[in-house]
């Protein structure tokens, strides 16, 4: 779902990143949906040279997919293959969290193993040899001959904990839609008229599971042996690699490479590899959930779901599911074990929290298993943030009505929402009008015979996509807003710093300076917290 201010944000990322020519480009893909090279020049007014250049950029970045799709030709002309390119808003906004992303993998695997990467973080898609070459581990570990062993058992603790993926197809060739009604197989999604052109083409790019986290170690030995010969090669690789090079160009439909040939790679066919952002994802919904059934429930609550999502870790490979694979109790309890806080744990004790989280009880009590309802969290999630919200902007009647409206889900008629509520009929109609103005709620009026207006009954229902929508656009306005302060506070602590240079106020402007940048930041961790459970959870 992008919003408005959810494309402004993305935007400035970009042109933060990479500059205003690269975001003006961005822009233009966000707004208007896939475009040709030629459809890209003509919006944006800018040279091809500045376009091409843009969109190397972009797709080195993993914010740009290419792919080819056969267009009909015109007066008699046969049809043509068009290369155009898609903006990929969710690996745009990615950007954001970098930091987050690098602390899971800092905490779960050190420092060395971020080295790695952070190196992807920060240049997009490396080969091995790159990212030898731009590892710290390679210049701390060369002299004493064990940087291949410590790149090879940090690329690989990256590739098993799925942080890290092979790139997806360079430009994959959408086949033409069938006109009519046809049988098709379940793996046909591709060719699914359903699907939008943007959900087709993230659909050819995706790559098997099989060779998603390969690691070849033969490829990887051979790689940091010859690394010692390729120690300026790596900035030219990136320019040289096809993901770049094949920018604008043509394609015909017999020169399309196979499946399996169409992995991203550099000149000297190295594959490229990527941070893994479905993981993150998945990583940071869990932790959003385990702190919700926290706060809601009590800390043995969070404890169970956080063992139930350890002992589910091997079987989920969908971010977004919801449900959890159903597991034994035994199995919950041996996980729940394993953590400090959970050895004081008993069966019971697990059983019942189970069922507070919205587990039913097998009827036998055999190899009883459990599956917890994740949807229903995240729902009650956004919930309370949205009745936060609610609260603060209209006030305590206006949030009782708002949540009454969000639990029954159905229409109420005015005089049993101010009755339930407590609120007088009359400040109760003020409020709800109030609500239904700023298309918060649905208003449905009901009128008998000719004098409808005397017996008229006005049915109010909670209009959730239009709120949640909102809400969303509103935080992204937010958070562009935090992202704006915080620079232009580093510009006013540069002019600061420069004026008291030298001076006995230096370390105390330092200190203040340090504080307010730390205020903002973690007020920005917090609101794209928000952004995430209403956005990608």
């Given at each position: 779902m992008t919003t408005p201010h959810g494309i402004k944000l993305a935007v400035h990322l970009i042109s933060t990143y990479f500059g205003d020519i690269v975001s003006k480009v961005c822009d233009c893909l966000l707004?208007?949906?896939?475009?040709?090279?030629?459809?890209?020049?003509?919006?944006?007014?800018?040279?091809?040279?500045?376009?091409?250049?843009?969109?190397?950029?972009?797709?080195?970045?993993?914010?740009?997919?290419?792919?080819?799709?056969?267009?009909?030709?015109?007066?008699?002309?046969?049809?043509?293959i068009v290369t155009q390119y898609m903006a990929l808003y969710?690996?745009?906004?990615?950007?954001?969290?970098?930091?987050?992303?690098?602390?899971?993998?800092?905490?779960?695997?050190?420092?060395?193993?971020?080295?790695?990467?952070?190196?992807?973080?920060?240049?997009?898609?490396?080969?091995?040899?790159q990212i030898m070459d731009r590892s710290e581990l390679n210049i701390k570990n060369r002299e004493n001959g064990n940087a291949s062993n410590v790149l090879h058992e940090n690329f690989n603790k990256l590739a098993q904990a799925r942080f890290i993926e092979r790139c997806p197809a360079?430009?994959?060739?959408?086949?033409?839609?069938?006109?009519?009604?046809?049988?098709?197989?379940?793996?046909?999604?591709?060719?699914?008229v359903s699907q939008t052109l943007e959900a087709r083409a993230l659909a050819a790019t995706a790559p098997m599971e099989s060779l998603r986290f390969l690691v070849e170690s033969d490829a990887l030995i051979n790689g940091v042996l010859n690394n010692n010969d390729d120690d300026d090669a790596d900035a030219d690789d990136i320019k040289k690699s096809p993901t770049t090079s094949i920018v604008g160009e043509k394609r015909k439909q017999d020169c399309l490479e196979s499946?399996?040939?169409?992995?991203?790679?550099?000149?000297?066919?190295?594959?490229?590899?990527?941070?893994?952002?479905?993981?993150?994802?998945?990583?940071?919904?869990?932790?959003?959930c385990v702190l919700h059934v926290t706060e809601r429930i009590d800390s043995i609550a969070g404890i169970v779901l956080r063992a139930v999502f350890e002992a589910n870790r091997r079987d989920e490979t969908k971010v977004k599911i919801e449900?959890?694979?159903?597991?034994?109790?035994?199995?919950?309890?041996?996980?729940?074990?394993?953590?400090?806080e959970g050895r004081s744990l008993t069966l019971e004790r697990v059983r019942a929290t189970l069922v507070q989280l919205g587990c039913e009880l097998p009827t036998i009590a055999i190899n009883e298993t459990y599956s917890i309802d994740l949807k229903k969290i995240i729902d009650q999630a956004q919930a309370q943030e949205v009745e936060s919200i609610v609260m603060k902007k209209y006030g305590r009647e206006s949030y009782r009505m708002f949540r009454l409206l969000a639990e029954r889900?159905?229409?109420?008629?005015?005089?049993?929402?101010?009755?339930?509520?407590?609120v007088e009929k009359k400040d109760a109609l003020v409020a709800l009008f109030k609500l239904w103005k700023d298309d918060f709620l649905h208003l449905e009026r009901i009128g008998n015979g000719n004098d409808a207006q005397k017996s008229e009954t006005m049915l109010w229902k909670l209009n959730k996509r239009s709120v949640w929508e909102q809400v969303l656009d509103d935080l992204y306005h937010a958070a562009l807003n935090l992202k704006l302060r915080i620079i232009h506070e580093?510009?006013?602590?540069?002019?600061?710093?420069?004026?008291?240079?030298?001076?006995?106020?230096?370390?105390?402007?330092?200190?203040?300076?340090?504080?307010?940048?730390?205020?903002?930041?973690?007020?920005?961790?917090?609101?794209?917290?928000?952004i995430m459970l209403f956005h990608d959870f």
């Amino acid at each position: 779902m992008t919003t408005p201010h959810g494309i402004k944000l993305a935007v400035h990322l970009i042109s933060t990143y990479f500059g205003d020519i690269v975001s003006k480009v961005c822009d233009c893909l966000l707004n208007k949906g896939p475009l040709s090279q030629m459809q890209v020049i003509k919006y944006t007014q800018l040279t091809k040279q500045q376009v091409a250049n843009s969109l190397l950029v972009l797709i080195h970045h993993n914010c740009v997919q290419a792919f080819n799709i056969q267009l009909p030709g015109s007066f008699g002309e046969p049809p043509k293959i068009v290369t155009q390119y898609m903006a990929l808003y969710d690996n745009i906004i990615h950007h954001m969290r970098f930091p987050k992303f690098s602390s899971i993998v800092s905490n779960e695997f050190g420092r060395d193993c971020a080295y790695v990467f952070d190196g992807l973080l920060q240049h997009g898609r490396l080969s091995m040899n790159q990212i030898m070459d731009r590892s710290e581990l390679n210049i701390k570990n060369r002299e004493n001959g064990n940087a291949s062993n410590v790149l090879h058992e940090n690329f690989n603790k990256l590739a098993q904990a799925r942080f890290i993926e092979r790139c997806p197809a360079v430009e994959p060739f959408l086949e033409p839609q069938e006109e009519g009604p046809k049988k098709r197989g379940a793996k046909s999604k591709i060719g699914d008229v359903s699907q939008t052109l943007e959900a087709r083409a993230l659909a050819a790019t995706a790559p098997m599971e099989s060779l998603r986290f390969l690691v070849e170690s033969d490829a990887l030995i051979n790689g940091v042996l010859n690394n010692n010969d390729d120690d300026d090669a790596d900035a030219d690789d990136i320019k040289k690699s096809p993901t770049t090079s094949i920018v604008g160009e043509k394609r015909k439909q017999d020169c399309l490479e196979s499946e399996t040939e169409n992995w991203a790679t550099n000149k000297n066919k190295e594959i490229l590899w990527r941070v893994n952002f479905e993981e993150f994802v998945r990583r940071l919904r869990h932790k959003a959930c385990v702190l919700h059934v926290t706060e809601r429930i009590d800390s043995i609550a969070g404890i169970v779901l956080r063992a139930v999502f350890e002992a589910n870790r091997r079987d989920e490979t969908k971010v977004k599911i919801e449900k959890t694979v159903p597991l034994l109790l035994q199995t919950i309890f041996d996980e729940a074990m394993k953590t400090e806080e959970g050895r004081s744990l008993t069966l019971e004790r697990v059983r019942a929290t189970l069922v507070q989280l919205g587990c039913e009880l097998p009827t036998i009590a055999i190899n009883e298993t459990y599956s917890i309802d994740l949807k229903k969290i995240i729902d009650q999630a956004q919930a309370q943030e949205v009745e936060s919200i609610v609260m603060k902007k209209y006030g305590r009647e206006s949030y009782r009505m708002f949540r009454l409206l969000a639990e029954r889900e159905r229409f109420i008629e005015t005089d049993k929402i101010a009755s339930t509520t407590f609120v007088e009929k009359k400040d109760a109609l003020v409020a709800l009008f109030k609500l239904w103005k700023d298309d918060f709620l649905h208003l449905e009026r009901i009128g008998n015979g000719n004098d409808a207006q005397k017996s008229e009954t006005m049915l109010w229902k909670l209009n959730k996509r239009s709120v949640w929508e909102q809400v969303l656009d509103d935080l992204y306005h937010a958070a562009l807003n935090l992202k704006l302060r915080i620079i232009h506070e580093n510009d006013l602590a540069k002019d600061s710093l420069l004026v008291v240079k030298g001076t006995a106020d230096d370390a105390a402007i330092k200190n203040r300076l340090r504080a307010k940048w730390k205020v903002l930041e973690a007020s920005l961790f917090i609101l794209d917290d928000a952004i995430m459970l209403f956005h990608d959870f």
